[in-house]
């Protein structure tokens, strides 16, 4: 019994290390604190974790509108076309803000143009939705399509 806490416990606080480091870097993404990120990143953070309320620090630079954050953490291997936990993907936030630069850096990344959010459609049904005729016009002419159900 003693030996399988002790394995227990040590499994518990790697994964509550992440989940911190992860955190301390969704916070320096939303407040598009670039030197923060990058030490973080410089220390081993992995870009695609997800922090204590779900949320991944790509997710929270591109609702901050924070482009220079984003560009850190696609250099850093952020992954364009994760969905933090309600569903989203970095796309489709940058579309709903009307973010036309990050929405650049993040197709160019390799974003998935066609992805949908549950019940929301694509990024480019939220672009037109939103009112960006800017937004679903790059994301046409970079061959986003609709879901058909909008």
Same mark, same amino acid.
């Given at each position: 019994?003693f030996?399988?806490?002790?394995? %227990?416990?040590?499994v518990?606080?790697?994964?509550?290390?992440?989940?911190?480091?992860a955190?301390?870097?969704?916070?320096a993404?939303?407040?598009?604190?670039?030197? +923060? @990120?990058?030490?973080l990143?410089?220390?081993? %953070?992995?870009p695609?974790?997800?922090?204590?309320?779900?949320?991944?620090?790509?997710?929270?630079? %591109? !609702?901050?509108?924070?482009?220079?954050? %984003?560009r850190?953490?696609l250099?850093?291997?952020?992954d364009?076309? @994760?969905?933090?936990s309600?569903?989203?993907?970095? @796309?489709?936030? !940058? !579309?709903?803000?009307?973010r036309?630069e990050?929405?650049?850096?993040?197709?160019?990344?390799?974003?998935?143009?066609?992805?949908?959010?549950?019940?929301?459609?694509?990024?480019?049904?939220?672009?037109?939705?939103?009112?960006?005729?800017?937004?679903?016009?790059? @994301? +046409?002419?970079?061959?986003?399509?609709?879901?058909g159900?909008?």
């Open positions: 019994m030996a399988v806490l002790l394995i %227990v416990g040590a518990a606080q790697p994964q509550q290390d992440a989940t911190s480091a955190t301390a870097l969704s916070k993404a939303r407040e598009g604190d670039t030197a +923060r @990120l990058k030490s990143l410089d220390s081993f %953070v992995n695609n974790w997800t922090d204590a309320n779900g949320s991944l620090a790509l997710i929270e630079a %591109v !609702a901050a509108g924070h482009a220079g954050a %984003v850190v953490l250099k850093a291997g952020a364009p076309n @994760l969905r933090w309600g569903g989203r993907t970095p @796309l489709i936030e !940058a !579309a709903i803000g009307g036309v990050i929405a650049r850096l993040l197709i160019a990344a390799g974003a998935d143009l066609n992805i949908g959010e549950r019940g929301a459609g694509t990024a480019l049904e939220a672009a037109e939705r939103e009112g960006h005729p800017e937004m679903a016009a790059l @994301l +046409r002419s970079s061959g986003a399509r609709t879901s159900r909008s």
